[in-house]
C-alpha cells in the first residue's frame, strides 16, 4: 500500500528566482541556492524536482500534495495578492505536469486581495488542475474569520474541496526569537488561535462542507477542546455573548467537521488526537523537507504500525483518498 502525504512543501527553482529578482519577502539568491532571512539557506529539497520525486519513491509515496513555504505566501507583515498568488499557481502546476503523477498541490488564493480570492481559486482548480487550496493562518496578520474571507469560505465548503492549513507569523514577539520558538511554539499557537476564532464565528456552523486539514496535528487546539467549552458556559463574571452569538453547539463538537494531519511525532499526542476526533479525521503528513519536521517517517510510521490495520491504512492513505477526492463521496 502506497502513502499519501498531505503536508509538503515544494516548488520551483524558476520562482524562487523570480522572487529573489524583486526581493519578495527578503528572498536572496546565493550561488545555486537560496538564502531566507532569519532562516538561512533553503534546502535544495524545496526545488529540485529529480530528488524529491526520488525521496517519494524510496518512502514508497504514491501521492504528495504540496504546498509552497508558508513564508513566501504569508507572514506578519505581507501576504500573497492576486499576482503572486497567480505566479505561486503556476508554478505548481509546472510542478505538477512534470512529476509524472506523483504530485498534487494546493491553490493560494488572494490574500490580501479576497475580493478576488474566488476567481482565483476557481482559476487554479479549474485549469491548473490544482487539487484544493491553502491557507495560511492569517492574511499578514488580519484573522481569517474576517467577514472579507466569507465568499471563499462559501466556494470551498460549495466545492467541497479540501483546504489544508498551515501555521504562519501573525503576530511578532521577541520571546520566540530564541529557541526556535517561532516554528516549535508559536506556529501551532497561530493555529490554534486561526481555527479558534472560525469556531466561534461560526465558520464551521455556516459551512458545514468545509474539510479544513490542520498541519501539525492541530496546534494545540485538540488539547484545548474543554477549555473552549467553558467560554460558552461561563454564566456570570467571565460571560461572554461572542462566545454563543454565532454557534449552536459547544465549540468542542466542531472539531468533528475538522481534518488533522498525524504530525505529532509522539505516541502519546497522536493517541490521543486519534481519540477525541476518531481515526478517520488524522491524514498522515511528513512535513517534507523540513527537518523540525518527520521527512523520512522516521517518527510516526512506527507509531503506525503497532495500530490496527484498518486504522493504520486509513490514516497512511484511505481518508485522504475520501478528503482530496470528494466527488468519490
Not at 29 to 46: I, R, Y
Not at 158 to 180: N, V
Not at 238 to 250: D, G, M, T, V
Not at 260 to 272: C, E, I, M, N, R
Request: glycine share 8%; with cysteine.
Amino acid at each position: 500500500m502506497s502513502i499519501i502525504d498531505i503536508h509538503c512543501h515544494a516548488t520551483t527553482r524558476t520562482f524562487l528566482g523570480e522572487l529573489a529578482r524583486d526581493h519578495v519577502f527578503g528572498l536572496e539568491s546565493d550561488g545555486d541556492g537560496f538564502v531566507a532571512p532569519k532562516v538561512g539557506p533553503l534546502d535544495p529539497m524545496l526545488y529540485d524536482l529529480d530528488k524529491h520525486l526520488a525521496h517519494l519513491e524510496k518512502m514508497n509515496i504514491g501521492l504528495q500534495v504540496i504546498s509552497p513555504p508558508p513564508r513566501f505566501v504569508s507572514d506578519a507583515r505581507l501576504a500573497a495578492d492576486r499576482d503572486l498568488a497567480r505566479r505561486i499557481n503556476r508554478h505548481s502546476a509546472d510542478l505538477i505536469r512534470n512529476a509524472g503523477g506523483m504530485i498534487q498541490a494546493f491553490a493560494v488564493p488572494a490574500l490580501t486581495e479576497p475580493e478576488h480570492a474566488v476567481a482565483e481559486i476557481k482559476r487554479a482548480m479549474d485549469e491548473d488542475g490544482l487539487i484544493g487550496v491553502f491557507l495560511p493562518t492569517s492574511a499578514a496578520g488580519r484573522p481569517l474569520d474576517d467577514g472579507a474571507f466569507e465568499a471563499l469560505f462559501a466556494e470551498c465548503n460549495r466545492r467541497k474541496c479540501p483546504i489544508f492549513m498551515h501555521p504562519t507569523t501573525g503576530i511578532e514577539r521577541a520571546a520566540i526569537g530564541d529557541y526556535t520558538m517561532l516554528q516549535l511554539v508559536a506556529w501551532p499557537t497561530e493555529t490554534t488561535l486561526c481555527v479558534a476564532r472560525m469556531i466561534f464565528s461560526g465558520v464551521f456552523e455556516r459551512y458545514p462542507d468545509l474539510r479544513l486539514i490542520l498541519a501539525h496535528g492541530g496546534g494545540t487546539l485538540p488539547y484545548l477542546a474543554g477549555r473552549l467549552d467553558l467560554a460558552r458556559e461561563a454564566p456570570k463574571y467571565e460571560f461572554n455573548a461572542q462566545c454563543r452569538e454565532h454557534i449552536s453547539q459547544p465549540p468542542s463538537s466542531y472539531l468533528s467537521q475538522i481534518y488533522f494531519d498525524s504530525l505529532v511525532v509522539h505516541k502519546g499526542a497522536l493517541g490521543y488526537l486519534i481519540d477525541l476526533v476518531g481515526g478517520d479525521r488524522v491524514l498522515f503528513g511528513s512535513d517534507y523537507p523540513y527537518e523540525i519536521a518527520d521527512t523520512h517517517g522516521a517518527k510516526t510510521l512506527p507509531i503506525l504500525a503497532e495500530m490496527e490495520p484498518a486504522l493504520r491504512e486509513g490514516i497512511l492513505s484511505g481518508n485522504a483518498k475520501r478528503v482530496l477526492f470528494p466527488t468519490a463521496d
